[in-house]
């Protein structure tokens, strides 16, 4: 099929965010085989079936690389308490939080925690999300880790989108292990870490190094139960605190370090070395009242790819739009329109180890969106509108 008379944006072309005006795109099967200016399309694609897209700008299919979307229950009380002063650690600290999260999921069953994801799952297709991270965390024992795993692969089964898995066995410790990080790690993260693999269920293998959740050293031991499984690593890093997260994360090499909000300009330099991009969580800052920003300015002086998600989780970030991720990326810590666009495509891609998705080039996924928009600018800009016209997911509408 060739799309033509559109404006594309994500190629690999050197301009501002690869723009091309009066381009065209063809696509073969499930991928893309040509990319470029109508006027220098081969008379070999001239005559494939056509869709005029009347000027529209067609970007790839957008990236969360970063989202709970799979979990139990919600945590509306909680939010309420926060409204009344509380903070988010002081929640998770008297078994609220992540742990309230951990009995619902358990409670919940395979079936009911599919078709609770595939809402959530269903309002990020609509905003042009064809590939999308999801972690397991709330289950903290073998079996319901194994069990969400599960529900996240069958997401892609049951709905035109690519997801990649992330084992978050170290996210909390789980009541039955109060105090007992350590025999939690060796006795449940391990070994369910291991069962999963097994599987097929993990793409990658993910932590929360937090005061209120795992130390470095902690971490340092699921990274090397992830490295003896030939699985790549990212981390929550630097969200409430900073321990050094992100300097282990660069160690590891790890595909990406999360939220950051605390990380410094020596972790930023650390992250640039080792390729480690910067997933960049809004909503969680947002949700949080959070104060202090991600430092935005380090990571582009180092030259830090950075990505952007929702963070999508029923605590610290209940957003289903990638598009208000964007949004807030901009608003909140002044992220240009173009570096929002990078971060749900290009450098979510890179944070997720794909490199078939997310630009708009020959040999790449035909993940597309298609949006009624003029510039790239305008998918930051607006507030609660969603611009998109069609989606395409492997070469199909
Ligand atoms: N950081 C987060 O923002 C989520 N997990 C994490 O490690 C929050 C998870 C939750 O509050 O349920
Ligand atoms: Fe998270």
């Not at 999260?101 to 079936?111: D, L, M, N, Q």
Request: proline share 4%.
């Amino acid at each position: 099929m060739l799309l033509k008379n559109t404006t594309l944006a994500c190629t690999d072309l050197d301009q501002p965010c690869g723009l091309i005006r009066g381009g065209a795109l063809v696509v073969e099967g499930t991928h893309i085989v040509w990319v470029g200016s109508e006027q220098s399309l081969p008379e070999t694609f001239r005559s494939h079936e056509a869709l005029d897209l009347e000027g529209r700008l067609v970007t790839p299919g957008l990236i969360d690389c970063h989202t709970h979307i799979v979990h139990g229950g919600n945590r509306a009380r909680e939010f309420e308490m926060r409204l009344e002063g509380a903070s988010y650690e002081e929640i998770a600290r008297v078994g609220g939080g992540i742990l309230s999260t951990v009995k619902a999921t358990r409670a919940a069953g395979e079936e009911e925690l599919l078709e609770q994801a595939l809402v959530r799952v269903d309002a990020l297709l609509t905003q042009g999300v064809t590939t999308l991270e999801i972690k397991s965390g709330y289950g903290l024992d073998i079996e319901t880790e194994l069990v969400m795993l599960r529900v996240a692969r069958r997401i892609q089964e049951q709905r035109p989108v690519q997801v990649r898995t992330s084992f978050l066995g170290a996210h909390a410790v789980p009541p039955e292990f109060e105090h007992r990080a350590d025999a939690y790690i060796e006795t449940v993260c391990l070994p369910a870490l291991a069962a999963a693999h097994a599987e097929g269920l993990v793409d990658a293998v993910d932590g929360f190094c937090e005061g209120i959740a795992f130390t470095p050293m902690q971490i340092a031991e699921v990274f090397d139960g992830a490295q003896s499984l030939g699985l790549p690593v990212k981390l929550h890093a630097e969200q409430l605190s900073n321990l050094g997260g992100a300097q282990l994360a660069a160690r590891y090499k790890a595909l990406s370090a999360d939220h950051l909000e605390h990380a410094s300009d020596a972790d930023a330099a650390a992250m640039a070395r080792a390729g480690t991009v910067a997933v960049i969580l809004p909503g969680a800052f947002y949700t949080l009242r959070e104060t202090k920003h991600p430092a935005i300015d380090s990571f582009r002086a180092h030259g830090v790819a950075m990505a952007v998600a929702t963070d999508c989780n029923p605590g610290s970030s209940p957003l289903t739009s990638i598009l208000l991720a964007m949004n807030m990326a901009a608003t909140l810590f002044r992220m240009t329109p173009e570096e929002c666009l990078a971060g749900v495509t290009r450098h979510a891609g890179k944070a997720l180890g794909l490199d078939d998705v997310g630009v708009l080039r020959t040999g790449a996924r035909a993940d597309l969106a298609i949006w009624d928009v003029e510039s790239p600018a305008e998918l930051s800009y607006r507030i609660g509108f969603n611009p998109l016209w069609k989606r395409m997911f492997g070469g199909r509408f």
